[in-house]
């Protein structure tokens, strides 16, 4: 059987153009430049409300079903749905820094995932436990999840580039039925295929394979930045009722059959919740190998993009390039952004860029113990909150445990109203000690204010303690984030013989006419920051250890600054 690797073009993303996607053979070479089609990726999209959307009669129910019941689907039923509807509708499209694409219409991606999943049995006998992902953002990404989840396995993204140790450490929290990536762990008895043997996939059979509930089918490895990793399970079947993802989803401006774009890397818990989201629920997938904020604006405007999730550090490095102001964002229902605090001044300029009402923020952890959430407009008259509760009741505790009062910082408790029990189960760790009420925390600090809206204060662990005062490095982050010459920013607690901490702040900087100078931070930091809240050193320059999320490691910004002053940890423990 011959290799098609999917649909190739170069994506045309010259400013103000309106190229979109279309059907191609490949060339000789695999690459077709691309010219103007009629159509855009996924042809025309579907803003029904989900919840009303009919069934295709030929849909087989899931075994959950109950009489009276909505039908229940598994992942490939819903995809072999789509594949019979809109077979030649583009499903997904994967977009490198190049802008050349690889697509794969409704039809392509059922029957490439049979083949996937016939390879994945075929090098594991046990295929319906967990399958580790280690492979980049990209087709084969989307295929292998899909082909986990038609075995009845579990699929856990990891990190391609994550090292040895980290994937080892997974390994025997998950023991997995495969490990798909190209790292070989010594001494590791897991089955492993390698990505380049999964061209090998055309050799088998691509018809449909027997139903199979995974259960259960989403688990996200987290914290081997800091230490051993824990892997978050989702504890539900992968079994369910078409619009049951979008329960709620108006409020976030999402629905079905949008263009979706997805910018981070799958591993994370936000875009690989949405891609799940968005094929249950029949979005045309645009997935960005990696991440480049000038390119992800010319995506939104090239190929008409609905809805995207972002987190502030996306949010920022987008708002600073010339196509932010310069591009078409008018197709953009709205953006939705998590994962950490969003300073205000980023914020309002997305705001003032896109409108109040596309803007929303979602609070919330992993474990999905509760959420909050707040609308741009909504916002605006409460500048710096992350929302009120969604189906959740909230608890401000002190040390004591006895509750807080409007405006006093205590640790954030959350407890969902629509379950009875967790939503979550953790391999490696042990959930956070419930109180006698059902309420749990992740270890946030915040307060609410008289009309119940939350603000985050910081993580505790984050928390820098200085001559007996509770600092936050996140107020202070985005005061030097205002900086036009500041790109990144990081605060830490360094070790001090007098204050026991003093606030450290480390800078990556972008090259102005004007460079950063220690005086010009200390006056910028005066006019604004009480104090105790000032960072009484700098390390100005180099580059801050983000992953390709965005996610800040801390860790190795603190461990930075005892080897410079010599400290042991116990020493330097910014707590």
């Known amino acids: 059987m011959r290799r098609d690797a999917g649909r190739y073009a170069v994506l045309s993303i010259e400013r103000g153009t309106r190229d979109n996607i279309s059907s191609f053979p490949c060339t000789a070479d695999g690459v077709e430049h691309i010219r103007p089609a009629s159509t855009r990726f996924g042809g025309h999209a579907m803003n029904g409300d989900a919840n009303t959307m009919g069934l295709n009669s030929t849909a087989r129910a899931g075994p959950t079903d109950s009489p009276g019941s909505p039908t229940r689907l598994t992942f490939g039923a819903r995809i072999r749905q789509f594949a019979d509807e809109s077979p030649d509708e583009i499903a997904v499209a994967s977009v490198d820094l190049a802008g050349r694409v690889r697509s794969l219409s409704w039809r392509e991606l059922d029957r490439r995932s049979n083949q996937m999943a016939r390879l994945i049995r075929a090098h594991s006998p046990y295929a319906s436990r967990f399958v580790l992902i280690a492979v980049p953002n990209g087709i084969d990404h989307v295929l292998l999840a899909l082909a986990a989840w038609k075995l009845g396995a579990c699929a856990l993204p990891l990190n391609a580039r994550a090292t040895q140790q980290e994937l080892m450490d997974v390994g025997e929290l998950a023991a997995p039925a495969l490990f798909v990536g190209d790292a070989e762990v010594e001494g590791s008895t897991i089955a492993r295929l390698a990505p380049m043997r999964l061209a090998e996939a055309d050799q088998y059979l691509a018809d449909a394979l027997p139903d199979t509930v995974s259960n259960p089918g989403k688990a996200i490895a987290s914290g081997g930045s800091t230490g051993r990793p824990k892997i978050i399970v989702d504890a539900a079947p992968w079994s369910i009722a078409p619009g049951e993802l979008l329960q709620g989803s108006d409020l976030l401006h999402l629905r079905h059959g949008q263009r979706q774009l997805i910018c981070g890397p799958l591993y994370h818990n936000t875009p690989f919740t949405f891609l799940c989201i968005g094929l249950f629920e029949k979005h045309s997938i645009v997935l960005m190998e990696r991440f480049d904020a000038a390119?992800?604006?010319?995506?939104?405007?090239s190929q008409r993009i609905e809805w995207c999730a972002l987190v502030p550090t996306m949010m920022k490095r987008m708002s600073d390039t010339t196509e932010f102001r310069l591009v078409d964002l008018s197709s953009l229902q709205g953006i939705f952004h998590t994962a950490a605090p969003c300073p205000e001044w980023v914020k309002q300029r997305w705001i003032d860029r896109i409108g109040a009402a596309r803007v929303v923020?979602?609070?919330g952890?992993?474990?999905e113990i509760g959420f909050t959430i707040i609308r741009g407009d909504e916002w605006m008259l409460h500048r710096g909150s992350v929302g009120r509760p969604f189906n959740t009741q909230i608890r401000i505790r002190r040390a004591d445990g006895t509750d807080a009062v409007p405006g006093e910082v205590g640790e954030i408790y959350l407890r969902r109203t629509d379950l009875s029990g967790d939503s979550f189960t953790y391999l490696g760790a042990?959930?956070?000690?419930?109180?006698?009420?059902?309420?749990?925390?992740v270890g946030d600090l915040g307060w609410l204010d008289v009309d119940g809206y939350l603000f985050i204060a910081d993580r505790r662990v984050d928390l820098i303690i200085s001559g007996g005062?509770?600092?936050y490095p996140a107020e202070i982050e985005s005061v030097i984030g205002m900086l036009p010459q500041v790109l990144d920013v990081a605060v830490v607690g360094a070790p001090d013989a007098d204050l026991g901490h003093r606030i450290h702040a480390f800078i990556e900087t972008v090259d102005t006419a004007t460079p950063l100078t220690e005086t010009m931070l200390r006056e910028h930091c005066a006019e604004r920051l009480a104090p105790q809240k000032r960072p009484k050193t700098y390390t100005i320059g180099g580059v801050l250890p983000r992953n390709e999320a965005g996610k800040l490691r801390r860790s190795a910004l603190i461990e930075l600054t005892r080897a410079q002053t010599g400290a042991s940890p116990s020493e330097a423990d910014p707590r």
């Open 361 to 363: 923020e979602l609070y």
């Open 469 to 471: 005062e509770n600092v």
């Open 365 to 367: 952890a992993t474990e």
């Open 430 to 441: 042990t959930a956070s000690a419930m109180t006698s009420d059902g309420f749990r925390s």
């Open 295 to 301: 390119l992800a604006l010319r995506l939104i405007e």
